[in-house]
């Protein structure tokens, strides 16, 4: 018999290894086993930028169902090596025709089926196609196979999330979770049966700047000068996802819910993963 609700969690941009441990620590969590489908953006999850075969393994292991990207993906060189091979990742689908991986996937949890779609958008960053056409097609193609379809908008320009959200409600979509920003913002909202948030957030160290070490954030606005970002330490760490019910049948979002949590004073941790 299946179920009439299936509860998902988006968690957002992951930030190297204390955003790793975070999620780790959080699935681990007796009361995540509520969570019927788990969706992270995993873009800057290995040493801030792009995403080892190791680190897509742990997080598979982890109890990760599906793993959206961006611009960043493309970052550790053995990304080439099995992009075309993970069935839990893929990367946004308005990169050119011809490039590895894929923008869509249907994820199969019990009897039920879900869509999910990862889009880049085209407000400063503009280095892939045009994206609403290409994304219209793609969620009727899906819709013809389940009802439920999630999209994760990796942009820049809030503006371009607000109006591409609105674009993906009267197409049908469930849910849709804005990332790239890694500021979680206080507008999660249900828009003509779609879960919607403009921004989800980032998971990793919240004593740095957006999940990066402030001393060298700090030299780049200071000097212009391009430095290498490190990931913050992590003493503190925190996480930023989205709760959302959806009706099975209809494919519709019932409810939304924004979530920050954070531990204080962590230390580190002898014998875990060591960072990539």
């Given at each position: ?18 955003g ?19 969706i ?27 793993m ?26 308005n ?62 320009a809030?503006?371009e ?73 992590g ?7 989205v ?34």
């Amino acid at each position: 018999m299946g179920k009439d609700i299936i509860k998902i969690i988006f968690f957002g941009d992951i930030v190297g290894k204390p955003g790793r441990l975070a999620v780790r620590d959080f699935l681990a969590d007796d009361t995540s086993k509520k969570y019927d489908f788990v969706i992270a953006n995993v873009e800057n999850a290995s040493h801030g930028f792009g995403l080892t075969e190791k680190n897509y393994n742990d997080f598979q292991e982890y109890g990760v169902h599906c793993m959206t990207c961006g611009n960043h993906i493309w970052d550790k060189r053995d990304i080439y090596s099995y992009i075309d091979t993970s069935d839990c990742l893929i990367r946004p689908i308005n990169y050119p025709k011809g490039t590895k991986g894929v923008g869509s996937r249907i994820f199969t949890i019990g009897d039920l089926k879900i869509g999910v779609i990862n889009i880049l958008g085209k407000v400063f960053i503009n280095l892939v196609d045009f994206q609403w056409e290409m994304v219209a097609e793609e969620i009727k193609k899906l819709k013809e196979i389940t009802p439920i379809v999630i999209v994760d908008f990796h942009a820049e320009a809030t503006a371009e999330k607000i109006c591409f959200g609105k674009y993906c409600s009267e197409l049908g979509v469930s849910a849709f979770f804005g990332t790239h920003t890694h500021v979680q913002t206080a507008d999660e909202n249900i828009v003509d049966g779609m879960a919607y948030i403009t921004d989800a957030g980032f998971c990793g160290a919240s004593d740095g700047v957006i999940g990066m070490e402030y001393n060298s954030s700090l030299s780049r606005f200071l000097t212009s000068i391009p430095e290498r970002y490190e990931v913050a330490p992590g003493k503190t760490r925190q996480i930023n996802a989205v709760e959302v019910d959806i009706d099975t049948v209809s494919g519709r979002a019932l409810a939304i819910k924004r979530i920050y949590c954070s531990n204080d004073n962590i230390e580190e941790e002898k014998g875990s993963e060591k960072e990539d």
